[in-house]
């Protein structure tokens, strides 16, 4: 397969860089007045090279056969219509030297069309030209209208004089008459090229009535002048306007409805033609660039492109489908050197852009480009690409920003594509200086190059899809993996390029996200680790769990059966993996023993443990330092100054969603759960593990610690408030060792702490429960230190307490041990005699006993007990409990607490019943309270209320901060539980009251219950 600097030769003016601006900017007037450039001016050089349109065919066998009068029946008015820069100056420049007689049209038309030289009388205008206020300033005389200027070029300074005074003065439009005297019957060619722009400026100029302006008086002078070419055998007007979409269509469409008229009376005599078809670009431009292309080589090419492309297509590359096509390797060998990829993108993208002038704009930069190909000479150069766009070469540069009215897209070339500045590389030359030290291609300014192409369109068009992108870059030979890396390394350190999942794009505001990854390089692993750290203490939070964060040694883990412990490993510490479920050395090492001298650990069915996903982990880290670097930009004024309004809400979007995905990435980092089971393999030292479920943006804001939670009651692994009771016989079976006659109520929860094979305790009132239960099955005995009297059977329930204090005994052990059972029967002594003080069968005074009552009425029904005491927290609500069940209550439905202080007791004490009231479930609260404080120096504070804790409790924030700054206070309290449906004194609520007043630490209590009655009513 040739390459194109063997198979093509460029034309001499190419290579020598002599195609000057000038050239491509034909122009109909230079021509005419003699002072173009020789490749326009010359008739030989002209045609020679100029490519043969259809159009241009038709045009000339149109014009110059009724010209000649060879065929009469040609239209006399044609009209050529296609954008600006598309080949209508051109093709009337090519008719102006056939009307002339030039022999080198024959090329074009047959010879016999060809009017003998200076036969023909010849006019053209351009309306640019025109200047209704200036002038056209000839030899002998100044024109400033359509048809002065036309009278002179066709009749002279005679012809001119017939219109003077029309075009100096009155500038009303003449009639068909002048120009039967200035042209006769003499056959004349009459041109109009771009007359709306003339009609635009012509709206200034007023006429001398004041009635009408020049623009109007233009039209009516068009429609003359198409009639009487209508009524000429030999006539022929070709007038040309602007396509609406193009340089000047704006003006050609506001002036459309002024030119309808006369283009309703022509239309019927009027021949519409396309001086340069879409498929004929390819030719007119390689006719004009290259002196010499070897088809045969243009056949090869195409062919080995095409089998290339199917090879691709076969291994599921992300190719067009049409590349398979055979009518796409039809379009290759026309297309022939260029790409068809180059031709389309500059025909159907770029030319849309008004100032690149479609035919002529291809033309003047594709001149460039093969100019700068053969100066380097690429090797595996078989067509032209899109990529062959040298950006880093000034003049290509320029004509793809300054020239189209896109400055701003020098930055994205300098920053991203090809910087020319001394000691700096572009991200694409940065990217491609590893490949082409190897040897390979440059594939990131291909396809950057190939991207910008595509970008500098507006509007959905802009921009170019994978498939379209790598159609235009690779050749045969190339990896296409290679430009897949290539374009992905792109977008991720680009600051320009943009990818929406659809369309690559370059635009010329910098990507945020490129903004933020170069940011992320200033942020050092270790402040993201920091962060990290920080973030992790916050996902999983003090409450269900006692949580230890980071722990390196067994000393860091305290050995105890307090609350369960969570234990958090830092990621860099220990990780887990998929694949491997035993559990890392370090937790291993935590879990089996404890404390500073690494003793064995005692409470290990207190410990799970969180470990980190080590797949996860890198990321997590990144995770981390994109917040980070959000932050930093987000947060600095002056570097948000530049950006606009859009760019900053979207920025603060993005910090919004960097915070939830380093929070999300935090729960899915830390996904494997170590567990204590008896059930876990030897190896793994009595540690099963568990994946925690992914989870959801919507569910990572809670607390984790639930997440954790939800896992182990789903493996039976904690017993909780909302779980079902244990059995009694379960917790003898699991936690009471065989032959075991007595057990602190301490050490039976210790045990639930110890053994593997029982779940964690999150709610201890499960294990108090279960005691109570095994009173009632008569496993065992519960002994209260503070009554010194056991609970049986028959006893009413005990406010069970888990102490060192507290004991269970087996029945036999309590039996042997003589241990008062409360509520049991004890046989009465025998009844004596009152007198003798010897029992009654054994009387000596002989005295009777009457056991009658003398006739006297039953006494009354004994009043409600009153149930009431005084002590300390524990010892009252149990004594409480006691004397209900020995009245017989079961429920009572009013608790009154009152208690007295003074100094930072008493104000502590206060502070702590506010703090109670909250936890102590279910009714009404009233506060009553009397406090006095004095701050000394004559300041005092006094306080009597009383009130619904609703109220209080606004209030309480005064007084508890009055009472850290008194120098001396008293205070009295009362508090009323009222309990409208009862409260049952062997309920949850009655003990968790108890432990409540036990745990904040109160003094002396008196407590006062109220029995439920069938009569009683709550009243305040």
Not at 49 to 65: M, Q, R
Not at 98 to 122: H, K, M, Q
Not at 314 to 324: G, I, K, T
């Amino acid at each position: 397969m040739l390459t194109i600097f063997d198979a093509c030769e460029p034309r001499p003016e190419v290579l020598l860089g002599e195609l000057k601006e000038e050239i491509f900017a034909a122009r109909l007037k230079d021509v005419i007045d003699g002072t173009a450039e020789a490749v326009y001016q010359d008739p030989q050089t002209f045609f020679d090279n100029t490519y043969l349109t259809a159009g241009l065919k038709t045009l000339l066998e149109e014009a110059l056969g009724r010209l000649t009068g060879q065929r009469p029946d040609s239209n006399p008015i044609i009209r050529l219509e296609t954008s600006f820069g598309g080949g209508k100056t051109h093709n009337l420049i090519a008719l102006y030297h056939a009307a002339r007689g030039s022999e080198a049209a024959s090329r074009v038309v047959d010879s016999n069309l060809i009017p003998t030289p200076g036969t023909v009388r010849i006019a053209g205008v351009v309306g640019s030209d025109l200047d209704p206020s200036s002038g056209i300033l000839h030899r002998d005389v100044t024109t400033y209208t359509l048809w002065g200027e036309l009278a002179y070029q066709l009749g002279g300074l005679a012809g001119y004089q017939l219109v003077a005074e029309s075009d100096r003065q009155s500038k009303a439009a003449p009639g068909t008459g002048i120009w039967q005297q200035i042209i006769g019957n003499a056959p004349a060619l009459i041109m109009l090229d771009e007359v709306a722009r003339h009609l635009r400026t012509a709206k200034a100029i007023t006429t001398g009535t004041g009635k009408s302006d020049l623009a109007e008086q233009t039209v009516a002078f068009l429609m003359s002048l198409l009639e009487f070419a209508a009524s000429q055998e030999r006539v022929v007007v070709v007038l040309t306007l602007a396509d609406a979409s193009d340089a000047f269509g704006r003006e050609s469409d506001e002036l459309r409805e002024e030119l309808a008229e006369a283009r309703r009376i022509s239309a019927r005599q009027e021949r519409v033609i396309t001086p340069t078809d879409e498929t004929e670009i390819a030719k007119i431009v390689t006719h004009r660039l290259f002196r010499s292309i070897e088809r045969n080589a243009a056949q090869a090419v195409a062919d080995d492109y095409h089998q290339y492309y199917l090879q691709l297509l076969d291994q599921q590359a992300d190719l067009p489908q049409r590349a398979a096509r055979a009518d796409y390797a039809t379009e290759m060998v026309s297309a022939y050197p260029f790409h068809p990829e180059l031709l389309n993108t500059l025909n159907r993208k770029t030319s849309t852009i008004p100032n690149f002038q479609k035919t002529r704009g291809a033309l003047r930069l594709l001149a460039l480009v093969v100019r700068r190909l053969w100066e380097t000479r690429p090797p595996q150069t078989y067509l032209i690409h899109p990529h062959h766009l040298d950006l880093a070469v000034p003049q290509i540069a320029d004509d793809l920003t300054s020239r189209l009215d896109r400055p701003a897209y020098k930055q994205v070339i300098e920053a991203d594509i090809a910087s020319v500045l001394p000691g700096t590389r572009s991200h694409a030359q940065t990217i491609d200086s590893g490949w082409v030290e190897a040897g390979k291609p440059p594939y990131a300014q291909r396809v950057a190059t190939t991207i910008f192409l595509h970008s500098l369109t507006q509007g959905v068009a802009s921009g170019v899809d994978p498939a379209d992108l790598l159609l235009a870059v690779v050749s045969p030979g190339d990896d296409p993996a290679l430009v897949q890396r290539a374009t992905e390394r792109l977008v991720d350190t680009c600051w320009f390029l943009d990818y929406n999942g659809q369309r690559y794009q370059f635009k010329t505001e910098p990507s945020l996200n490129k903004i933020v990854a170069d940011e992320m390089s200033l942020v050092g692993t270790t402040r993201a680790k920091q962060l990290l750290d920080e973030r992790i203490r916050q996902v999983w939070k003090r409450g269900i769990f006692e949580p230890v964060y980071f722990p390196s040694e067994a000393g860091d883990v305290d050995d105890d059966a307090r609350a369960p412990k969570l234990v958090v490993v830092h990621y860099d510490a220990a990780t887990a993996t998929a694949t491997d479920p035993a559990p890392p050395d370090l937790v291993v090492r935590l879990f089996t023993h404890a404390g500073s001298a690494e003793g064995y650990r005692i409470y290990k069915n207190n410990l799970v443990f969180l470990v980190a996903d080590r797949d996860q982990v890198d990321d997590l880290v990144e995770k981390a330092r994109r917040y980070l670097a959000i932050g930093r930009i987000a947060g600095d004024p002056d570097r948000m100054q530049p950006f606009t309004e859009e760019q900053k809400k979207k920025l603060r979007q993005m910090q919004d969603s960097a915070e939830l995905e380093l929070r999300v990435a935090i729960t899915r980092t830390y996904r494997y759960l170590y567990y204590p089971s008896a059930d876990a393999p030897r190896a793994a030292a009595g540690l099963a593990r568990e994946a925690l479920p992914a989870q959801d943006q919507g569910d990572v804001r809670s607390d984790q610690s639930t997440v954790v939670l939800r896992v182990l009651r789903q493996i039976d692994k904690v017993r909780t408030a909302d779980d079902a009771q244990m059995p009694a016989q379960y917790v003898k079976a699991r936690a009471w060792d065989v032959g075991q006659a007595q057990m602190t109520t301490e050490d039976l929860r210790r045990a639930f702490a110890k053994r593997l094979s029982l779940p964690m305790l999150l709610d201890v009132n499960q294990l108090k429960r279960a005691i109570r239960d095994g009173i009632q099955q008569e496993l065992w005995v519960y002994f209260d230190p503070h009554e010194a009297v056991g609970y049986g059977k028959v006893s009413p329930a005990p406010l069970v307490q888990l102490s060192d204090d507290a004991l269970l005994y087996t029945p036999d052990e309590a039996r042997r041990l003589g241990i008062a059972i409360k509520g049991e029967q004890v046989d009465p002594p025998p009844e004596s005699c009152p007198v003798c003080g010897n029992p009654v069968d054994q009387c000596t005074c002989g005295i009777v006993i009457d056991p009658d009552n003398g006739g006297e009425p039953p006494p009354p029904p004994p009043t409600p007990p009153r149930i009431a005491a005084e002590g300390a927290p524990a010892q009252v609500f149990q004594a409480i409990a006691d004397q209900c069940a020995d009245n017989r209550v079961d429920t009572i439905t009013s608790l009154t607490i009152r208690l007295d202080g003074a100094g930072k007791a008493g104000a502590d004490e206060a502070r702590a019943l506010g703090l109670a009231i909250p936890q102590l479930g279910k009714g009404q609260f009233r506060v009553e309270q009397e406090l006095t404080i004095e701050f000394g120096q004559d300041e005092y504070f006094h306080l009597k209320f009383n009130g619904t804790w609703d109220r209080y409790k606004r209030l309480k924030t005064v007084t508890d901060e009055f009472g850290k700054e008194a120098a001396k206070l008293t205070v009295k309290m009362t508090l009323q539980v009222t309990c409208p449906d009862g409260l049952a004194v062997d309920s949850d609520q009655f003990a968790q009251m108890r432990d409540i007043f036990d745990q904040l630490g109160f003094g002396r209590l008196t407590v006062e219950a109220k029995p439920a009655t069938e009569d009683t009513e709550v009243r305040w």
